[in-house]
Every structure is written in C-alpha cells, then in structure tokens.
C-alpha cells in the first residue's frame, strides 16, 4: 500500500512556473514507477509525465513537451513536476498516481494508488 499527497499547485499568471511535488509513504518508493496525470473541468483525466522507478526514463505528453520535467527523488519518496511557461489550458487538477511495476506508463489503467490532487490554476 502507499499513500500519495500532492502539494505545490496554485494561482499563478500565463507564463509562471509552478512546482509540484507529491510525497509518498508506506511501500518502498523506489519500487513504483510513478506518473503525473490532470483532468479539468468537464474533460477526462489525462496524462502529463511518468518516471521509471530509477528515475532513467521519462515519457511526457506532448502537451508539456519543453515545458514540463518530471523527476523523482527516492531518498526523499517524493516525486516532482516542475511546470514552465504555464498557460491557461494547463489549469487543471494534478494528480500523482504510482504503478507497481518496471518502465513508466501513460495510460491510467497501469497505475495502483492515486493521490487527492492538486489544483493548478493559470489566469490569462
């Protein structure tokens, strides 16, 4: 079992950059592949980056391509989403997920536990 708690979202103008973090407690982090996903209102989740558990390799949408870095600190049993030059089509909540198994996946299915989210919000 782990236990994900996203924090680090807020209100910030078209061009800001944000910082997201999700730190994790229970199983060994370093043993779930982790992924950040996003959903806004009245759309269906979607994803936005993954991270191996080693944290060697990243996938990301194109949506956040040049924008976003995802990376992960397992000493720490955090992981991140540093977000540059937001605008407001990102405005959306932000979820971490963590998968039990190697690689790193986009599709929500792989994923095992969730967070709350986090909202994110860019103001034009």
């Known amino acids: 079992q782990v236990q994900l708690v996203e924090s680090g979202g807020g209100l910030v103008q078209a061009g800001a950059s944000l910082r997201l973090s999700c730190a994790a407690s229970?199983?060994?982090?370093?043993?779930?592949?982790e992924g950040w996903f996003r959903q806004a209102p009245g759309k269906e989740r979607e994803f936005v980056a993954a991270?191996?558990?080693?944290?060697?390799?990243?996938g990301y949408a194109d949506s956040g391509k040049g924008r976003f870095t995802i990376s992960r600190d397992n000493a720490k049993n955090t992981v991140y989403l540093q977000m540059n030059s937001l605008k407001p089509v990102d405005t959306a909540v932000y979820y971490c997920?963590?998968?039990?198994?190697?690689?790193?996946?986009?599709?929500?299915?792989?994923?095992?536990?969730w967070g709350q989210g986090t909202q994110v919000t860019v103001s034009s």
């Open positions: 997920a963590a998968a039990d198994r190697t690689g790193y996946y986009s599709t929500a299915e792989a994923y095992d536990y």
């Open positions: 229970g199983r060994i982090f370093s043993s779930y592949a």
């Open positions: 991270v191996s558990r080693s944290g060697g390799r990243t």
